[in-house]
Nanobody, 121 residues
């Protein structure tokens, strides 16, 4: 059974940094897309950053929501089935539960349990 375990959330002051990590266990196979999403209270879940395996797209292998461009960086370690999200210059509006997602095929994807990120002074 595949499980995604996230870590790295917490409370940070505005302007601070956090690094989220997500590791998949079990027989997950080749992961085409690793990504991070977030859901703030009273809002729908939104995508934050995606990392596509080399060869799947002709352009950049990473993409970011406009709201986090230049502040967040997604990276992946395929050998360890791990994805990271480095978050810098955090703002109060970044407060949310962050979820990792790993997509294997168009119809098969897995979600992490979520980790809380709170940006507050």
């Amino acid at each position: 059974q595949v499980q995604l375990v996230e870590s790295g959330g917490g409370l940070v002051q505005p302007g601070g940094s956090l690094r989220l990590s997500c590791t998949a266990s079990g027989s997950i196979g080749s992961i085409s897309v690793m990504g991070w999403y977030r859901q703030a209270p009273g809002k729908s879940r939104e995508w934050v950053a995606l990392s596509t395996a080399p060869g799947i797209t002709s352009g950049s292998n990473t993409s970011y929501a406009e709201s986090v461009k230049g502040r967040f960086t997604i990276s992946r370690d395929n050998a360890k089935n791990t994805v990271h999200l480095q978050m810098n210059s955090l703002k109060p509006e970044d407060t949310a539960v962050y979820y990792c997602n790993m997509r294997i095929t168009a119809t098969t994807a897995y979600w992490g349990q979520g980790t809380q990120v709170t940006v507050s002074s």
